[in-house]
């Protein structure tokens, strides 16, 4: 009986998971060669607080190599590269900027970062990108935020 108990729970556990399936974090990986690790990342519009979490795997100093993980809409994502590299050093970010929906710090190798924001400032099936404001960078270091509900 007991047996039986344990497996009927893990099912319920599954399916209580897959029904609420929602991802509150944002992890990403930067690198010395000027990559993320992921093209798209999927969050979800419900969660009270999202977390965006940046690690640098490399080795190059933040001014050289610097990555940080900005998100707005796509159609505002080549503007506020351009310019956060108008507002330069060391954010290259515009202030105050109401386009900029998150930003994390500019970190550099062997850094790690995270921020917070609330879910509510994404809109599920909305159209998001993520990418990399250091000056050269968001051309390649760019990818899709997919908001799910
Ligand atoms: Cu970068």
Redesign the pocket.
């Known amino acids: 009986m007991k047996r039986y108990l344990a497996i009927f729970g893990l099912a319920l556990l599954g399916v209580v998971g897959t029904a609420q399936a929602q991802n509150c974090t944002i992890s990403l990986e930067?690198n010395d060669r000027?990559q993320f690790d992921k093209k798209s990342v999927s969050v979800s519009a419900s969660c009270p607080t999202i977390t965006v979490e940046l690690k640098h795997t490399g080795s190059l100093p933040v001014a050289a190599?610097?990555?940080?993980v900005v998100i707005t809409e796509t159609g505002d994502a080549n503007d506020v590269a351009q310019a956060g590299i108008k507002a330069g050093a060391p954010n290259y970010l515009p202030g105050g900027d109401a386009r900029v929906i998150a930003a994390t710090d500019m970190i550099g190798g062997g850094q790690s970062t995270s921020i917070t924001f609330p879910g509510n400032k994404l809109t599920a099936g909305g159209d998001y990108t993520f990418f990399?404001?250091?000056p050269g960078?968001s051309g390649i270091?760019r990818g899709t935020v997919e908001v799910t509900n």
Do not use: L, P, W
């Open positions: 930067g000027m190599m610097g990555h940080n990399c404001s250091f960078h270091m």
